[in-house]
Each structure stands twice: as structure tokens, then as C-alpha cells.
């Protein structure tokens, strides 16, 4: 077992990794910006150190402090998190150069599956049906050339995107240009990668991702799938569910299996998630994920597994240690993440200072949060203050029981998006499960108070 772990991430996912390393017994080594010095994560640390300002190019992508930080301290292992370094193939090597176990899977899969133009590549070979697309497209007069063949609309995309970032629906073939335009220059901002590709616009899908996790014995199992269809306008994943509802058993069973299949073909070791678009009956491989998600906890709470735990084990080197027929999953989890955003002003964020913060209890539910009465939410950094997830045996008592906890949950400060997860709770199409990634924004456009 790994014996100490430097945490290359900050927030509520910096302390997830923090508590799961303590219970395994191991030594943990903190990063942190300067305004994010006396938060949470960075007190819970066995030991905590300054990688820069508070511009993350400076600070938490910063790779020559955090590497230098984990060789001072003495850390055998660096766990990403998500964001930040978590899908960056050169940070693996340099962590493996350096004698450093990367909590995540070999670099070589991290550069194939995280370029999303390659990855549907090799889910093709696969034998996993992916969306009519292009390669990597040169600039926007070959992007207008493939628009006019795949017919529009279209979906211009950042082949080393996350997050809807780099991202653009385009409708017409006027608008293309100033599409292709802007989504590379914040494909480049973001990521510093500007390469664009572009995908056939599948209307009215619903965002279905399966988790997996593998080990270095070839050993791969799902653990079941989630709905992530309540996205923002821009892409964003607000509101997920384990297991999807309103999907046939027949749909469900090809996703795990195309899930499990395409881990197998590129030898996948650690955490993973498949992403996938269901029109219908029609299923469409959208990317991989090659690090821990997100929504992650309500699959937890399902399949009664600590993933980061598991991730801790897989690169320590030991065998997952059961297989498909043993995980029984149980229950229905809902998670809402909790932002500092206005959800009237397009999910603008908000930075400020939490001048009150209560958060909800009771059977089922669990609140992954870094903040409390006089954090300071700094504008440079994601906006998600928490992430809240009840838990029941059915998804109807599941529903209730977060509709329970928002109305316990009280954030003064800033904006936060607690009004617009009860609103979609509450609304017939969300309750009845047959919503798609369109959802949210029709409903913003209704009007949600």
C-alpha cells in the first residue's frame, strides 16, 4: 500500500481524497494557493504547502512546485482528483520520471481516450458505435466542409474539452465561422489545446456515463450507470441519478457491456467513466473520462463502494478482488451540486465571502462540501461550493428526501443554485424520468423563480 499521497487538487474533492487516505492509513501532503490557505482540505492535511498565487496556471497547474513539492515531502503517490491535472498524459509521465505513482491510469491511455478525436477512434475499432464525426478539422473552412457533408446541425467540439467548455452547437452555416472561432480560443484558454473537431448534433439525447474500473491483472467490472442529462446551457452537469431512469433493461445491459468492452481493448487500470449519448434505441460512445467524476458519490452510495479507495488500492498495485456478479447494486441515489452561481443571470459565478452555511442531515443523505461560515469563494476557481446526495430505496423516496435537504441547506453570500435544483425537482417530466440534455434550459426559458 501506497504510504504517503500528495493531493494535486483543492476543494470539496481535495478533501474526499484526504478522508479516504486517512481511513487506508496513509500520509497525506496538501496544495494549496494563497487565497486558499486557511481552507479546509488544507487543515485536514498531515502536512500542507503553498504552490503559488491565485491564478491556477500558477498555482494548481503549476507542475514543476507540485512535483517539487511532493519530492521534499517524501510522497510515494500524486492523486489529480478531476480538473486540473487529472487527464494530463505529460503530468503522469513527469509524476512516473520522477518515481511518483500516478493514482490513475497509465499515461498512453490518458493521451489516447483524453483526445476525444482518437478516442472515438479506437471505440470504433472497438466495435462501439460513435456519433457520425470528422478529425481533428484544420481550421473553419474545413469545418464548414464538413458541416455541408454531415448535414446541420453540428456540434463543434475541443478535442481536449471537459466541462462544455470548448463546445458549440451550430444551426446554420452563417454561424459557423464565429462558432468555430470561439470555441477554439477558449479550447486554447482552457487547455491550451485549440485543436477542433466536429460531431453530427444528435437531437434531444439523454447524457447516460457507466463506471468502470480496472486493474493492472486485466480484471475490468462496471459499477452501473448515471444519468446526467440536467445540464446548464453551457454544458455543465447539474443534477445526476444512479441508476437512469426510464431506460429499457436491454439499453442498460449494452451500455455495461460496450463499457466493459472498450475498457478491456485499451487495457484501462484504474477509474473510468464511458460517456454516452441514447437517442431511442439508438447508443452513441460521446468520450471517456480517465480519471474519478464529479457525481461520483452516488454511485458510492448505489453499489456501497469507495471509488477513491479503490483507485488508492488499483495503482498500489492490487487486484480489484471481486468480480461482476458480486456487486449488487441497491437503491437509488440523486446528487445536486450546489454552486455560486445565479442561476437567473445564465449561471453566472459568484465570488464573495459565506457570511452563514447550513447544511442538511437526516438518514441518506451526504453533503461532500469544503466550506462553512466564512469561507472566502475566490473568482478563479470552479464554482461548486457542494455536492448533495440522498439516498433511499426507491428514486420516488430519493426525490423526496433531497427536496428535504435543499430546503434545510442555507448558503447566505452568494448566489447559489439550491432554487433551481428544488424547481427541477419538482417538475412532472423531471419526476417521471423522461428528460434529456435539453431539459434545464427549456425550463430556464419557462421562467424558474
Not at 297 to 315: H, S
Request: charged share 20%; net charge neutral; with cysteine.
Amino acid at each position: 500500500m501506497l504510504k504517503k499521497v500528495l493531493i494535486a487538487n483543492r476543494g470539496e474533492i481535495a478533501l474526499r481524497i484526504n478522508r479516504a487516505c486517512r481511513e487506508l492509513g496513509i500520509a497525506t501532503v496538501a496544495i494549496f494557493s494563497e487565497p486558499d490557505r486557511p481552507s479546509m482540505w488544507v487543515k485536514q492535511a498531515d502536512q500542507a504547502f503553498c504552490v503559488g498565487p491565485g491564478p491556477v496556471a500558477r498555482s494548481y497547474l503549476n507542475i514543476p512546485n507540485i512535483i517539487s513539492t511532493a519530492l521534499i515531502t517524501g510522497a510515494d503517490a500524486v492523486h489529480p482528483g478531476y480538473g486540473f491535472l487529472a487527464e494530463n498524459a505529460r503530468f503522469a509521465e513527469i509524476c512516473a520520471d520522477h518515481g511518483l505513482t500516478f493514482i490513475g491510469p497509465q499515461p498512453r491511455v490518458i493521451a489516447a481516450m483524453g483526445d476525444k478525436a482518437t478516442a472515438k477512434r479506437v471505440m470504433k475499432e472497438a466495435g462501439v458505435p460513435i456519433t457520425p464525426g470528422t478529425d481533428i478539422l484544420e481550421n473553419a473552412e474545413a469545418a464548414a466542409a464538413a458541416a455541408k457533408k454531415l448535414g446541420y446541425p453540428v456540434l463543434l467540439k475541443a478535442t481536449a474539452g471537459g466541462g462544455g467548455k470548448g463546445m458549440r452547437e451550430v444551426r446554420a452555416p452563417e454561424a459557423l465561422e464565429a462558432a468555430f472561432v470561439t470555441a477554439q480560443a477558449e479550447a486554447e484558454a482552457n487547455f491550451k489545446d485549440g485543436r477542433m473537431y466536429m460531431e453530427k448534433l444528435i437531437e434531444r439525447p439523454r447524457h447516460i456515463e457507466v463506471q468502470i474500473l480496472g486493474d493492472s491483472f486485466g480484471n475490468v467490472v462496471h459499477l452501473g450507470e448515471r444519468d446526467c442529462s440536467v445540464q446548464k446551457p453551457s454544458h455543465q452537469k447539474l443534477i445526476e441519478e444512479s441508476p437512469a431512469p426510464a431506460l429499457s433493461d436491454r439499453i442498460r445491459k449494452s451500455l455495461h457491456t460496450m463499457a466493459v468492452r472498450a475498457c478491456q481493448a485499451v487495457g484501462y487500470v484504474n477509474a473510468g467513466t464511458l460517456e454516452f449519448l441514447v437517442s431511442g434505441n439508438d447508443v452513441y460512445f460521446m468520450e471517456m473520462n480517465t480519471r474519478i467524476q464529479v457525481e461520483h458519490p452516488v454511485t458510492e452510495m448505489v453499489y456501497g463502494i469507495d471509488l477513491i479507495k479503490e483507485q488508492i488500492r488499483i495503482a498500489s498495485g492490487e487486484s480489484l478482488g471481486y468480480a461482476q456478479n458480486d456487486l449488487k447494486p441497491a437503491g437509488h441515489a440523486i446528487e445536486c451540486r450546489i454552486n455560486a452561481e445565479n442561476a437567473e443571470n445564465n449561471f453566472a459565478p459568484a465570488a464573495g465571502t459565506l457570511t452563514g452555511v447550513v447544511f442538511p442531515g437526516g438518514p441518506g443523505i451526504r453533503v461532500d462540501t469544503y466550506v462553512s461560515t466564512g469561507t472566502a469563494i475566490p473568482p478563479f476557481y470552479d464554482s461548486m461550493l457542494a455536492k448533495i446526495v440522498a439516498f433511499a430505496a426507491t428514486r420516488d423516496a430519493a426525490i423526496a428526501r433531497m427536496e428535504r435537504a435543499l430546503r434545510e441547506t442555507s448558503i447566505e453570500g452568494v448566489n447559489t443554485t439550491v432554487g433551481v435544483c428544488l424547481e427541477i425537482l419538482a417538475d412532472k417530466r423531471f419526476r417521471a424520468g423522461s428528460y434529456a440534455i435539453d431539459f434545464l434550459p427549456q425550463l430556464m426559458r419557462a421562467g424558474v423563480s
